[in-house]
């Protein structure tokens, strides 16, 4: 499936571009016109999740949103370093590339905790954070999850399960709903086309093998972005990060709201994706 032709129509051009990045191709859209929001996807994720924001934020702001390296559509390098900090690095060196100073961040799950560390890294060049059910240090899931499944023992069966990975990968898609009836057509097959390409469990696994040194990064890191003015968004059946995980990250900021959508999972972009839109527009242009 083509995400350019998923996209609902727009009165903008999606531009789909690719650009070098630390030895690799990343594959990326680009959306709109206006001041500039970069759109990070999730783990298991790629721009494909945000098929329905680009549309609505096309009007007023200038859209990228990348396939991070080893993800979606761009190059999977052999040996790539994927701690938070250097995904972080690689955030930034592609706002270099599309020569982007400065830009509201949003990111989803694994893709937010990377938001909030490039913007440590680099507080002068983040206007806004809108992050959803972030990966976060309170987020126990995560925490006793990472190890686990990236230890000696299952990580193998995790590869020896690639081959099948169109039932597992639907399977797992399916959980991150808080009401599957809500999948719309295409959505499970546009999350699984890149995983026809080998390597995308061998970069998932990658992530979590410093999934808990990462955590205690990211805490270190949260009191240099605690002036950023951020938006929370959490569906209240999230399975995978936990919903009481965010009234601690809240905390953390100086000015954030914490907004929760009432019987949706971890994906509120593909559960609700009109009231996300309406919320993460009103935030953008506060």
């Known amino acids: 499936m083509s995400i350019v ?3 609902p129509s727009t009165d903008f051009p999606i531009e789909e571009q ?13 959306c709109g016109s206006g001041p500039p929001v970069i759109a990070l996807h999730g ?6 999740s945000w098929r329905f924001l680009i549309p609505a934020l096309a009007p007023s702001f200038t859209v990228f949103a990348p396939d991070s390296l080893g993800t979606g559509f761009s190059d999977r390098p052999a040996a790539m370093d994927n701690c938070q900090s250097a995904c972080a690095e690689r955030f930034l060196a592609f706002l270099d590339a599309m020569h982007v ?11 937010g905790a990377i938001c909030m560390r490039a913007a440590a890294l680099a507080p002068n060049r983040v206007r806004r954070l809108v992050l959803v ?6 987020s126990d899931r995560g925490r006793m ?4 499944l990236s230890s000696t ?6 590869r020896w399960l690639e081959p099948l990975t169109g039932v597992t990968h639907s399977a797992f898609l399916r959980r991150l709903f808080g009401d599957p009836r809500r999948i719309r057509p295409g959505t499970l097959e546009g999350y699984q086309a890149p995983f026809a390409r080998p390597g995308g469990f061998e970069h998932g696994l990658s992530v979590l093998k410093t999934w808990g040194r990462d955590l205690a990064d990211l805490e270190a890191a949260l009191p240099r972005i605690a002036h950023i003015p951020t938006l929370l968004l959490w ?3 999230d399975t995978a990060v936990n919903p009481r995980s965010a009234e601690p990250l809240r905390r953390q900021f100086r000015d954030c709201r914490l907004i929760w959508f009432e019987g949706v999972g971890h994906v509120p972009y593909e559960e609700v994706p009109d009231d996300f839109n309406r919320t993460v527009v009103a935030f953008l242009k506060s």
């Not at 690719?18 to 680009?30: D, H, I, K, P, S």
């Not at 783990?43 to 494909?48: I, K």
């Not at 059910?133 to 309170?138: A, D, F, I």
């Open 101 to 111: 100073e400065r830009a509201d961040f949003i990111g989803s799950s694994h893709g």
């Open 133 to 138: 059910s972030p990966v976060n240090p309170w």
């Open 18 to 30: 690719w650009t070098a990045l630390e030895g690799g191709r990343v594959r990326y859209l680009r």
């Open 5 to 7: 032709s998923a996209i």
């Open 43 to 48: 783990l298991m994720g790629y721009s494909f």
């Open 153 to 158: 023992v299952i990580s193998p069966l995790f």
């Open 235 to 237: 569906g209240d059946k």
């Open 145 to 148: 999850l990472g190890p686990f």
